[in-house]
T-cell receptor, first 112, second 113 residues
Framework: RKEVEQDPGPFNVPEGATVAFNCTYS??????FFWYRQDCRKEPKLLMS???SGNEDGRFTAQLNRASQYISLLIRDSKLSDSATYLC?????????????FGAGTRLFVKA | DAGVIQSPRHEVTEMGQEVTLRCKPI?????LFWYRQTMMRGLELLIY????????DSGMPEDRFSAKMPNASFSTLKIQPSEPRDSAVYFC???????????FGPGTRLTVL
Protein backbone atom coordinates (compact mmCIF):
# COMPACT_ATOMS: atom_id res chain seq x y z
CA ARG A 1 0.00 0.00 0.00
CA LYS A 2 1.32 3.44 -0.90
CA GLU A 3 1.92 5.85 1.96
CA VAL A 4 -0.15 8.56 0.29
CA GLU A 5 -2.97 7.58 -2.04
CA GLN A 6 -5.11 9.82 -4.18
CA ASP A 7 -8.09 9.48 -6.48
CA PRO A 8 -6.58 8.30 -9.75
CA GLY A 9 -8.50 10.72 -11.97
CA PRO A 10 -8.61 12.21 -14.47
CA PHE A 11 -11.57 14.36 -13.55
CA ASN A 12 -13.28 15.97 -16.51
CA VAL A 13 -15.68 18.72 -15.43
CA PRO A 14 -17.43 21.67 -17.08
CA GLU A 15 -16.67 25.23 -16.11
CA GLY A 16 -18.57 26.24 -13.01
CA ALA A 17 -18.70 22.73 -11.57
CA THR A 18 -17.69 21.79 -8.06
CA VAL A 19 -15.11 19.03 -7.82
CA ALA A 20 -13.63 17.22 -4.82
CA PHE A 21 -10.37 15.32 -4.51
CA ASN A 22 -9.59 12.83 -1.77
CA CYS A 23 -6.33 11.65 -0.31
CA THR A 24 -5.52 9.07 2.37
CA TYR A 25 -2.26 8.56 4.21
CA SER A 26 -1.01 5.55 6.12
CA UNK A 27 1.42 7.04 8.64
CA UNK A 28 -0.45 8.08 11.77
CA UNK A 29 2.62 10.07 12.87
CA UNK A 30 2.21 12.46 9.95
CA UNK A 31 2.37 16.06 11.02
CA UNK A 32 1.81 18.45 8.14
CA PHE A 33 -0.41 18.26 5.11
CA PHE A 34 -0.54 20.20 1.89
CA TRP A 35 -2.03 20.41 -1.56
CA TYR A 36 0.32 21.31 -4.38
CA ARG A 37 -0.64 22.12 -7.93
CA GLN A 38 1.44 21.08 -10.93
CA ASP A 39 0.77 22.36 -14.42
CA CYS A 40 1.82 20.32 -17.42
CA ARG A 41 5.61 20.26 -17.78
CA LYS A 42 6.03 22.67 -14.88
CA GLU A 43 7.20 22.38 -11.29
CA PRO A 44 4.84 21.74 -8.36
CA LYS A 45 3.70 24.84 -6.46
CA LEU A 46 2.04 25.05 -3.07
CA LEU A 47 -1.71 25.55 -3.37
CA MET A 48 -2.57 25.48 0.31
CA SER A 49 -1.71 23.95 3.63
CA UNK A 50 -4.30 21.75 5.33
CA UNK A 51 -5.24 22.20 8.96
CA UNK A 52 -7.41 20.15 11.29
CA SER A 53 -9.87 23.00 11.51
CA GLY A 54 -10.14 23.15 7.75
CA ASN A 55 -9.16 26.14 5.70
CA GLU A 56 -10.53 28.06 2.78
CA ASP A 57 -8.86 30.21 0.17
CA GLY A 58 -11.32 31.70 -2.26
CA ARG A 59 -12.86 28.88 -4.27
CA PHE A 60 -10.63 26.27 -2.62
CA THR A 61 -11.40 24.47 0.64
CA ALA A 62 -9.15 21.89 2.28
CA GLN A 63 -10.12 19.54 5.08
CA LEU A 64 -8.16 17.17 7.30
CA ASN A 65 -9.57 14.24 9.24
CA ARG A 66 -6.80 12.85 11.42
CA ALA A 67 -8.94 10.04 12.83
CA SER A 68 -9.61 8.68 9.35
CA GLN A 69 -6.23 9.79 7.99
CA TYR A 70 -7.98 11.56 5.18
CA ILE A 71 -7.46 14.87 3.36
CA SER A 72 -9.74 16.53 0.86
CA LEU A 73 -9.69 19.44 -1.53
CA LEU A 74 -12.86 21.06 -2.82
CA ILE A 75 -12.85 23.41 -5.79
CA ARG A 76 -15.98 25.45 -6.35
CA ASP A 77 -16.96 27.26 -9.55
CA SER A 78 -14.20 25.57 -11.57
CA LYS A 79 -12.30 27.69 -14.07
CA LEU A 80 -10.47 26.60 -17.20
CA SER A 81 -7.28 27.72 -15.46
CA ASP A 82 -7.84 25.16 -12.70
CA SER A 83 -6.85 22.41 -15.15
CA ALA A 84 -3.75 20.84 -13.61
CA THR A 85 -2.56 17.93 -11.51
CA TYR A 86 -3.22 18.25 -7.79
CA LEU A 87 -0.72 16.58 -5.48
CA CYS A 88 -1.48 15.59 -1.92
CA UNK A 89 1.62 15.97 0.27
CA UNK A 90 2.26 14.62 3.76
CA UNK A 91 5.18 15.39 6.08
CA UNK A 92 6.02 13.23 9.03
CA UNK A 93 8.40 10.96 10.84
CA UNK A 94 9.01 7.58 9.33
CA UNK A 95 11.52 4.86 10.06
CA UNK A 96 14.78 6.53 9.20
CA UNK A 97 13.70 10.09 9.79
CA UNK A 98 11.49 12.92 8.67
CA UNK A 99 10.13 12.62 5.16
CA UNK A 100 7.96 14.47 2.68
CA UNK A 101 5.75 12.09 0.73
CA PHE A 102 3.93 13.17 -2.43
CA GLY A 103 0.86 11.42 -3.72
CA ALA A 104 0.77 10.40 -7.37
CA GLY A 105 -1.55 13.29 -8.17
CA THR A 106 -5.04 13.69 -9.56
CA ARG A 107 -5.47 15.25 -12.95
CA LEU A 108 -8.24 17.76 -13.47
CA PHE A 109 -9.51 18.94 -16.83
CA VAL A 110 -11.99 21.80 -16.81
CA LYS A 111 -13.79 22.27 -20.12
CA ALA A 112 -15.70 25.19 -21.53
CA ASP B 1 13.66 37.77 -6.34
CA ALA B 2 15.11 34.72 -8.11
CA GLY B 3 13.56 31.39 -7.36
CA VAL B 4 15.32 28.05 -7.31
CA ILE B 5 17.58 27.77 -10.33
CA GLN B 6 18.39 24.49 -12.00
CA SER B 7 20.65 23.65 -14.88
CA PRO B 8 20.62 22.29 -17.41
CA ARG B 9 16.90 22.41 -18.22
CA HIS B 10 17.24 19.51 -20.64
CA GLU B 11 19.90 16.85 -20.88
CA VAL B 12 20.15 14.06 -23.41
CA THR B 13 22.97 11.60 -22.93
CA GLU B 14 23.95 8.08 -23.78
CA MET B 15 23.92 5.16 -21.44
CA GLY B 16 27.11 4.93 -19.42
CA GLN B 17 27.86 8.64 -19.45
CA GLU B 18 28.17 10.74 -16.33
CA VAL B 19 25.42 13.29 -15.75
CA THR B 20 25.64 16.24 -13.37
CA LEU B 21 22.58 18.25 -12.44
CA ARG B 22 22.94 21.58 -10.68
CA CYS B 23 20.80 23.57 -8.29
CA LYS B 24 20.97 26.99 -6.70
CA PRO B 25 18.47 27.31 -3.84
CA ILE B 26 16.72 30.49 -2.83
CA UNK B 27 19.04 32.69 -0.79
CA UNK B 28 18.46 32.25 2.93
CA UNK B 29 16.88 28.82 2.63
CA UNK B 30 18.60 26.19 4.75
CA UNK B 31 16.89 23.07 3.42
CA LEU B 32 17.48 21.68 -0.05
CA PHE B 33 15.69 18.70 -1.58
CA TRP B 34 16.28 16.63 -4.70
CA TYR B 35 13.27 14.86 -6.25
CA ARG B 36 12.75 12.65 -9.25
CA GLN B 37 9.46 12.51 -11.14
CA THR B 38 8.34 9.81 -13.58
CA MET B 39 4.96 8.79 -14.90
CA MET B 40 5.23 5.39 -13.25
CA ARG B 41 6.49 6.41 -9.81
CA GLY B 42 5.35 10.00 -9.44
CA LEU B 43 7.45 12.42 -7.40
CA GLU B 44 10.04 10.75 -5.19
CA LEU B 45 12.30 12.37 -2.65
CA LEU B 46 15.89 11.31 -3.31
CA ILE B 47 17.86 13.21 -0.67
CA TYR B 48 17.66 16.35 1.40
CA UNK B 49 20.19 18.63 3.06
CA UNK B 50 19.99 20.91 6.06
CA UNK B 51 22.65 23.58 6.34
CA UNK B 52 24.61 21.82 3.59
CA UNK B 53 24.65 18.50 5.47
CA UNK B 54 22.90 15.45 3.96
CA UNK B 55 20.18 14.40 6.40
CA UNK B 56 18.39 11.58 4.62
CA ASP B 57 19.58 9.88 1.46
CA SER B 58 17.43 6.79 1.78
CA GLY B 59 15.60 7.71 -1.41
CA MET B 60 18.72 7.60 -3.55
CA PRO B 61 18.09 4.62 -5.80
CA GLU B 62 21.59 3.14 -5.85
CA ASP B 63 25.28 3.87 -5.63
CA ARG B 64 25.31 5.35 -9.12
CA PHE B 65 23.61 8.40 -7.62
CA SER B 66 25.45 10.90 -5.45
CA ALA B 67 24.65 14.40 -4.23
CA LYS B 68 26.74 17.14 -2.72
CA MET B 69 26.17 20.56 -1.28
CA PRO B 70 29.55 22.27 -0.93
CA ASN B 71 27.99 25.56 0.19
CA ALA B 72 24.67 27.16 0.95
CA SER B 73 24.11 28.32 -2.61
CA PHE B 74 24.95 25.27 -4.67
CA SER B 75 24.16 21.58 -4.91
CA THR B 76 24.81 18.86 -7.46
CA LEU B 77 23.21 15.52 -8.20
CA LYS B 78 25.45 13.18 -10.13
CA ILE B 79 24.60 9.95 -11.91
CA GLN B 80 27.52 7.78 -12.93
CA PRO B 81 27.11 5.71 -15.01
CA SER B 82 23.70 6.73 -16.31
CA GLU B 83 21.14 4.19 -17.48
CA PRO B 84 17.97 4.55 -19.60
CA ARG B 85 15.79 3.92 -16.52
CA ASP B 86 17.22 7.12 -15.00
CA SER B 87 15.26 9.13 -17.57
CA ALA B 88 12.99 11.43 -15.60
CA VAL B 89 12.48 15.02 -14.53
CA TYR B 90 14.71 15.92 -11.61
CA PHE B 91 13.52 18.74 -9.37
CA CYS B 92 15.40 20.65 -6.76
CA UNK B 93 13.45 22.45 -4.03
CA UNK B 94 14.38 24.61 -1.08
CA UNK B 95 12.75 25.93 2.05
CA UNK B 96 13.55 27.74 5.24
CA UNK B 97 13.27 26.21 8.70
CA UNK B 98 9.98 27.12 10.34
CA UNK B 99 8.08 27.44 7.08
CA UNK B 100 6.06 24.78 5.30
CA UNK B 101 6.35 25.71 1.67
CA UNK B 102 8.90 24.03 -0.54
CA UNK B 103 9.84 26.10 -3.56
CA PHE B 104 10.64 24.01 -6.59
CA GLY B 105 12.98 24.80 -9.43
CA PRO B 106 11.85 24.32 -13.03
CA GLY B 107 13.41 20.87 -13.18
CA THR B 108 15.92 19.14 -15.41
CA ARG B 109 14.43 16.79 -17.99
CA LEU B 110 16.93 13.96 -18.37
CA THR B 111 16.84 11.48 -21.23
CA VAL B 112 19.31 8.63 -21.23
CA LEU B 113 19.46 6.80 -24.55
Amino acid sequence: RKEVEQDPGPFNVPEGATVAFNCTYSNSASQSFFWYRQDCRKEPKLLMSVYSSGNEDGRFTAQLNRASQYISLLIRDSKLSDSATYLCVVDGFHTGGFKTIFGAGTRLFVKA
Amino acid sequence: DAGVIQSPRHEVTEMGQEVTLRCKPISGHDYLFWYRQTMMRGLELLIYFNNNVPIDDSGMPEDRFSAKMPNASFSTLKIQPSEPRDSAVYFCASTRAGTDTQYFGPGTRLTVL
